[in-house]
């Protein structure tokens, strides 16, 4: 299509890209025989609007000829996999249903799928995936040169912001199925179990894979009757451009089109009539949820590419009671996006907060159950640099001399990010991915500093941590979103200055997070993926897919750096199909076996018994875990050639050894007898470890080779394993101005707001907060305290508690020069100050300072404190009652008299009394004033 624009960069696009973003290797020479010229970008970009514009034309005609419903059922008719390995997937046709569903606003008709619909629908998809292409290429091109036609540098063309556009409008169906489905369903228990509503999932699940498994037998059947060349091509390939402008449908065609078509719509009553009664509410209930708002189709009347999809939303087509299940893969392998995109619609505070917590408290649940042993702390605090200063770290898992920091993130991006917004996507990214990168950094960095840390989790539980015993720290951030391909192209997050130069943190989604940890189920073998996908990220010329893809050459035994440097080639891409060869199989099998209760089915494994055996009594003897996750990363057949190079050494004396090249591997043979810092120190095996990528240490045993040493080579790209700062052995990246610009952008009043910051705006405005506190609550990361403390107290109430903490409490952290978030004062404390205040026995002018005390002195109790500083009102009891005094007798009052006034009286006189107090002694109580005011009507005695 695009070699038909007429052109010669189309024609360049058409023959491939990479030739065209630098000059490339000799001999050969790029497609335009020079590299891309802002002309030549101009001349495409106006063929393509050109294009588009008539392309846009003609998707208008059509679909006036035709319907919602026809296009929606052609495209599910030959884009979904009629097994039950393809059934629940992602429709490569979804962006055009989604586009469609946009602009058409027209759901159905008198005569359903008639033939002049049917043809008219299939013109439509066509269109529509042409209009995307075009589209595609102006984005492409967008940034290639600035306003005035001169070229930009190749390193700016491509921004975070523009990878999520396009993740937005060509990846479906983030997440595996299983491990999707365990995450929506521990998430809805959360909500549950605190005595929020949560529509019941398993009704949804069940009413999903009902549909899906009557349409298996459909698609197979309507498959079979497909004849025509081009239509047996659109099934075999997916792929529309290929299909003539001047299409026909032939009568036989459509009538099976139209028969298969009808047979896509569900009858709701077929779907429900086998649950009883409160099942079937909770189906009544989804449909309500997810059902197609026909007021909101076809609003995209400009035919923008960047549109809000009404089906990512409400996937439910109704047709009277019949249904058609649009997208599937939104139930399949996209459920915990569909949920989110549900309770963002409901005034549910609730939901808001159940995902950030289920989000940390998986992750360390998933990762605790690969190291046995470990010690684990959730929601840890330790001090600050500052008097009063309490930092709080998520969940910090310890294995031996290894340390796993995880800082959870629930919140999703906006759709304004993911529509390309680059101010939305920079300030969402910082708030999410960088906000818990800082909170790890700022860990290790103490760490660094101060030589230990002490933690203390919530329940009184303590963790301590030595700089000396700790040989690394791993940056875990696990969410409740995708970010992927931008958590594996770090590279767009240090240029917008999300994460630090260098930093390669683990960012993944909780399922994501579950299938790693079921996948690589001990610790060397988890480790050794962490530090192999570290390798692979940090290698600049390596252009690579998403984290599954990274997690399928790892357990298919590849070696891709490796790989890479044998082509001697300037740059190379991962390839995409890793996953699909060697992990989907995998993913199917398990699914199927979770589903119905059978056994686990065992995962693949990058090495096999034999060698995993070896490597474990390896560990078990030496307790050398850096060794043990080195021998992980390693290849197969590298260890089989370093155990063939080792066989055929001979028996070797004391004081000798074999050193041994095999390409990027040096192996060296020793005498069991000789230590291995000596070995290491000889100048044969220095040498070879400058000059290789990994290094393996090995002495012969009785039953064949044994290991003593792995270890990284100068030739790797972290280079020779050597003393350095904890923060540089972790991947942290340049930190030090980075941290600073964090940490000042962090804490600001008048930082950006992201869309999860308006969501809990909105939640909290629903909630009873005034919109005011509510934005000020979120600026300052101060919700989650405030809801803690109205937890804690009820009767407190959210506004109260939400002017104590935006008052008093944040003006007790600027005096102390700490960020309001990190303030050391326990919810209790909080308690108990605000308490004090309500009940008058603590002036508001002295809750600040009362909350200062509380912070220093955390052992002791706010009330004790209050009386060792003077701030308790029972102090001023001989003043008020000389005010009293002095109220009667200028207003010339008798208690005697005043005791038996009631009703309207007794108001009145009340007020009289307080006013003439508050006239002459502004500085009292006014609560203190009261109480002494009510006494009076006291019988005496």
Not at 186 to 215: C, K, Y
Not at 492 to 510: F, H, N, T
Request: proline share 7%; hydrophobic share 45%; with cysteine.
């Amino acid at each position: 299509m695009l070699s038909g624009l007429g052109t010669r960069l189309s024609d360049a696009f058409a023959a491939g890209l990479a030739d065209l973003v630098e000059p490339p290797p000799a001999p050969g020479d790029p497609p335009l025989g020079h590299p891309v010229t802002g002309a030549e970008i101009a001349e495409f970009r106006a063929a393509c609007e050109r294009e588009l514009a008539t392309t846009t034309r003609a998707l208008d005609v059509e679909l006036a000829r035709t319907t919602l419903l026809d296009c929606l059922c052609l495209a599910v008719l030959f884009g979904q996999g009629d097994d039950g390995v393809q059934l629940g997937t992602a429709n490569p046709f979804t962006h055009e249903m989604e586009f469609l569903a946009s602009c058409q606003p027209r759901v159905g008709s008198p005569d359903p799928f008639s033939r002049g619909n049917l043809k008219a629908a299939l013109r439509a998809l066509v269109l529509a995936r042409r209009h995307d292409v075009l589209d595609g290429q102006l984005a492409l091109t967008d940034g290639w040169t600035d306003g005035g036609g001169a070229l930009v540098a190749p390193g700016e063309w491509w921004q975070a912001h523009d990878q999520l556009a396009w993740a937005w409008r060509s990846e479906h169906g983030a997440f595996p199925t299983r491990y999707d489905w365990q995450y929506s369903l521990r998430l809805a228990r959360w909500i549950r179990d605190r005595g929020g509503d949560h529509p019941d999932l398993t009704v949804l699940l069940r009413a999903h894979m009902f549909v899906l498994s009557s349409w298996g037998d459909l698609l197979r059947e309507f498959h079979g009757t497909v004849t025509d060349p081009a239509l047996r091509t659109l099934l075999r390939e997916r792929t529309l451009l290929h299909l003539p402008a001047d299409l026909t449908l032939p009568e036989a065609t459509a009538n099976d089109l139209a028969s298969a078509g009808s047979r896509l719509l569900v009858p709701w009553s077929l779907l429900t009539g086998a649950l009883a009664e409160p099942q079937r509410r909770e189906a009544d209930r989804w449909r309500a949820l997810l059902a197609a708002d026909p007021a909101a189709l076809g609003r995209n009347t400009a035919r923008r590419h960047v549109f809000d999809s009404p089906l990512a939303t409400t996937p439910l087509i109704e047709v009277g009671d019949l249904v058609l299940f649009s997208l599937p893969h939104l139930v399949s392998s996209d459920l915990s996006r569909l949920v989110e995109r549900v309770f963002a619609r409901l005034p549910d505070l609730l939901y808001h907060r159940a995902r950030g917590e289920v989000v940390e408290q998986a992750a360390l649940d998933h990762l605790a159950g690969v190291f046995p042993g470990a010690r684990v702390l959730r929601g840890g605090k330790y001090p600050g640099t500052r008097p009063g200063e309490l930092i709080e770290v998520d969940g910090v898992l310890v294995w031996r001399d290894v340390v796993l920091v995880v800082e959870g993130k629930g919140g999703y991006l906006s759709t304004r990010s993911r529509h390309g917004d680059p101010e939305a996507a920079a300030t969402e990214l910082r708030r999410t991915v960088g906000d818990g990168f800082f909170q790890v950094a700022r860990l290790v960095r103490a760490l660094d500093r101060d030589g230990r840390v002490a933690l203390t989790g919530g329940r009184g539980e303590s963790l301590t941590l030595e700089r000396r015993a700790v040989r690394r720290v791993y940056a875990v951030v696990p969410t409740a979103d995708t970010f992927d391909p931008l958590s594996t192209v770090l590279g767009l997050l240090w240029r917008r200055q999300v994460l630090p130069d260098g930093a390669l943190p683990v960012i993944l989604p909780v399922p994501e997070l579950h299938l790693l940890t079921d996948l690589l189920p001990t610790p060397p073998e988890l480790l050794a993926y962490l530090e192999y996908r570290e390798e692979l990220l940090a290698t600049p010329q390596l252009r690579t897919g998403g984290e599954l893809e990274l997690l399928a050459t790892f357990t298919a035994t590849m070696d891709v750096v490796g790989a890479f440097r044998e082509l001697d080639v300037p740059s190379g891409t991962l390839g995409t199909d890793h996953q699909e060869k060697y992990l989907d199989p995998w993913l199917q099998d398990s699914f199927h076996a979770w589903l119905n209760g059978l056994p686990p089915v065992p995962p693949p494994r990058r090495h096999v018994r034999a060698h995993r055996a070896k490597i474990e009594r390896f560990l078990a003897a030496t307790r050398d875990t850096a060794s043990a996750v080195v021998l992980h990363q390693l290849t197969g057949a590298q260890l089989g050639v370093a155990e063939l190079h080792a066989g055929r050494v001979p028996r070797l004396r004391r004081g000798t050894l074999s050193p041994h090249s095999a390409g990027e591997l040096g192996i060296v043979v020793s005498s069991p007898l000789d230590p291995i810092d000596v070995v290491r120190a000889v100048r044969p095996v220095r040498e070879l470890r400058a000059r290789s990528r990994w290094v393996v240490h090995l002495t012969p045993g009785v039953d064949g080779a044994e290991f003593r040493l792995a270890e990284r080579g100068g030739a790797h790209v972290f280079g020779c394993d050597a003393p350095a700062s904890l923060a540089r052995e972790s991947r942290l990246g340049a930190l030090a101005d980075w941290f600073d610009r964090a940490a000042a952008r962090r804490h600001g009043t008048h930082r950006p707001m992201t869309a999860a910051d308006r969501e809990d705006v909105d939640a909290l405005v629903r909630a009873g907060a005034p919109r005011t506190m509510a934005l000020g609550l979120t600026r300052l990361g101060l919700t989650a305290a405030v809801l803690d403390l109205v937890d804690h107290d009820p009767g407190l109430g959210l506004t109260r508690a939400a002017d104590f903490y935006l008052t008093h409490v944040r003006r007790a952290a600027d005096s102390l020069d700490v960020a309001t978030a990190d303030l050391a004062l326990p919810t209790s404390a909080a308690r108990d100050v605000l308490r004090l205040v309500i009940g008058g026995r603590v002036h508001p002018r002295d809750a600040a300072a009362l909350v200062e005390r509380a912070v220093r002195n955390p052992a002791e109790p706010p009330e004790s404190l209050a009386r060792s500083a003077g701030l308790l009102t029972d102090r001023d009891g001989a003043r008020l009652a000389e005010a009293l005094r002095a109220a009667l007798d200028a207003l010339d009052l008798a208690p005697e008299r005043i005791r038996l006034s009631r009703g309207r009286e007794r108001r009145r006189t009340r007020d009289r009394l307080l006013g003439a107090i508050r006239r002459e002694h502004p500085d009292l109580d006014p609560r203190a004033a009261a109480e002494h005011v009510e006494r009076l009507w006291e019988p005496p005695g």
